[in-house]
T-cell receptor, first 116, second 111 residues
Framework: GENVEQHPSTLSVQEGDSAVIKCTYS??????FPWYKQELGKGPQLIID?????GEKKDQRIAVTLNKTAKHFSLHITETQPEDSAVYFC???????????????FGQGTILTVHP | KAGVTQTPRYLIKTRGQQVTLSCSPI?????VSWYQQTPGQGLQFLFE???????NKGNFPGRFSGRQFSNSRSEMNVSTLELGDSALYLC??????????FGSGTRLTVV
């Protein structure tokens, strides 16, 4: 089955710096890659996603890049703010069809701390 | 619009008991997935339902089961609870197998 590796496990940055989190996946059939942010006591919140027909997607301070050949994708957060502090999860999915319905395979998470 | 609602938020059960968790998806979403989140194993997929049918199932023992009703609300049941079942159980809904929105979860503690 699919396996997703996420690095680093912890990331500490100063306010205003950029943060980059990287993930690799194993199943070349995966074609959907969402990123979630989870704050204490809450469920994961979808912050950005990308499909395999796109190499890069940006939404204000957040961007995701995808390299299908190398089977890795990354989350980039620019101009970090203290409220960006949370646990971030990457995930991979084959999307709709076959035995993959509804199944996201998650990375182990990155604890991001932004110091004021 | 209202998000995904999970009830109860917290639950304490004794080993050997059974438990039922409830999930109300976003209006119009017909796909509901369930996940177990623990510090050691992370987020693991339990199963997915669409139009009252289970379309996908993760690698969990048969003690874990679920169902979906005609209004897309879903329940999951865990029988013969074990200490290792203590976890945050998350429900997520989507209209098209992408862009899943998660609820805040049910924190289950087995003592």
């Amino acid at each position: 089955g699919e396996n997703v590796e996420q690095h680093p496990s912890t990331l500490s940055v100063q306010e205003g710096d950029s943060a980059v989190i990287k993930c690799t996946y194993s199943d070349s059939a995966s074609n959907y890659f969402p990123w979630y942010k989870q704050e204490l006591g809450k469920g994961p919140q979808l912050i950005i996603d990308i499909r395999s027909n796109v190499g890069e997607k940006k939404d204000q301070r957040i961007a995701v890049t995808l390299n299908k050949t190398a089977k890795h994708f990354s989350l980039h957060i620019t101009e970090t703010q203290p409220e960006d502090s949370a646990v971030y999860f990457c995930a991979a999915s084959i999307g709709a069809g076959g035995t993959s319905y509804g199944k996201l395979t998650f990375g182990q998470g990155t604890i991001l701390t932004v110091h004021p | 619009k209202a998000g995904v609602t999970q009830t109860p938020r917290y639950l304490i059960k004794t080993r050997g008991q059974q438990v039922t968790l409830s999930c109300s998806p976003i209006s119009g979403h017909r796909s509901v997935s369930w996940y177990q989140q623990t510090p050691g194993q992370g987020l693991q997929f339990l199963f997915e339902y669409f139009s009252e049918t289970q379309r996908n199932k993760g690698n969990f023992p048969g003690r874990f089961s679920g169902r979906q009703f005609s209004n897309s609300r879903s329940e999951m049941n865990v029988s013969t609870l074990e200490l290792g079942d203590s976890a945050l159980y998350l429900c997520a809904s989507s209209s098209h197998s992408y862009g899943y929105t998660f609820g805040s979860g049910t924190r289950l503690t087995v003592v």
